[in-house]
Nanobody
Framework: QVQLVESGGGLVQPGGSLTLSCAAS????????MGWYRQAPGKERELVAT???????NYADSVKGRFTISRDNAKNTVYLQMNSLKPEDTAVYYC??????????????WGQGTQVTVSS
């Protein structure tokens, strides 16, 4: 089992910045990728960004150039630096990872979610 604990959400004005963090703990063998999804009210959960252990990144078009995902493999922690925030970035942000066990069993894990609200 893997637990994901997020932090860093909150209220920010348009144009502002926030950094989200997510730490994985538990019986970790291999986590790849790690990333962030978000879900706005009345909408489906969507990809924000993912990163592999080797540093390969993937971003949603809506956040390219504004958000940066990074990862500390030694700490099993992923970060999302969000700049130039817009009201449409308002959502619950969920940390995600895929874990491969020593028995080659693959499972997806999700954090509890952290609210990001962009409003003046």
């Amino acid at each position: 089992q893997v637990q994901l604990v997020e932090s860093g959400g909150g209220l920010v004005q348009p144009g502002g910045s926030l950094t989200l963090s997510c730490a994985a703990s538990g019986s970790i063998f291999s986590i790849n990728p790690m990333g962030w999804y978000r879900q706005a009210p009345g909408k489906e959960r969507e990809l924000v960004a993912t990163i592999t252990s080797g540093g390969y990144t993937n971003y949603a078009d809506s956040v390219k150039g504004r958000f940066t995902i990074s990862r500390d493999n030694a700490k099993n922690t992923v970060y999302l630096q969000m700049n130039s925030l817009k009201p449409e970035d308002t959502a619950v942000y969920y940390c995600y990872c895929n874990h491969l066990s020593a028995a080659w069993r693959s499972n997806d894990y999700w954090g509890q979610g952290t609210q990001v609200t962009v409003s003046s």
